[in-house]
């Protein structure tokens, strides 16, 4: 049995003694994380960014291949999220108080010769993104052991 069959690929997030500067490994590709502290940007997305980045790209795949499933003229998407919630923040707070994304703004942009119909469905389809469904619904993370 392999790794993949087990559950799927394990992404693997390392941080130092030195800094919030985080490796992430996945799938063969390596990112990283961090943490922006005053006036240092930090070397990468914090936590909640690359979430954010997680369901606007989910969002974005989900609509592509509904409009080249359909061969609906779709050139382009472009998917903007924000939230209020600064990760650092809720994370000086976050053995005494429950914190987290509350709400996330979404605003989605087109550019292809669609009709107003394959619009609106291309946003309805939006919302069909299995990220964004895996979020609303609720997810656990579990000790897998060690």
């Known amino acids: 049995m392999t790794e993949t069959d087990k559950g799927g690929r394990w992404i693997t997030s390392r941080t130092g003694p030195d800094s919030y500067r985080t490796t992430i490994d996945a799938a063969g590709h390596t990112l990283v994380a961090d943490e922006s502290i005053a006036n240092d940007p930090g070397a990468g997305p914090s936590p909640y960014e690359l979430l954010l980045g997680a369901i606007g790209s989910c969002t974005a795949m989900t609509m592509r ?8 003229p779709l050139d382009e998407v472009t998917v903007h999220l924000r939230t ?11 053995e005494t108080r429950s914190v987290g994304i509350q709400q996330i703004e979404r605003r ?4 292809g010769a669609l009709s107003d ?7 309805l389809i939006a919302d069909r993104c299995p990220v964004k469904q ?9 000790d897998a052991g060690s």
Not at 65 to 72: G, I, S, V
Not at 108 to 111: D, H
Request: glycine share 6%.
């Open 108 to 111: 989605i942009e087109m550019k």
């Open 134 to 142: 895996t979020l609303e619904r609720g997810i656990r993370v579990v």
């Open 117 to 123: 119909e394959q619009r609106q469905r291309l946003l």
């Open 65 to 72: 291949m509904y409009a080249t499933r359909k061969q609906w």
């Open 84 to 94: 209020g919630r600064k990760h650092v923040e809720d994370c000086e707070n976050c």
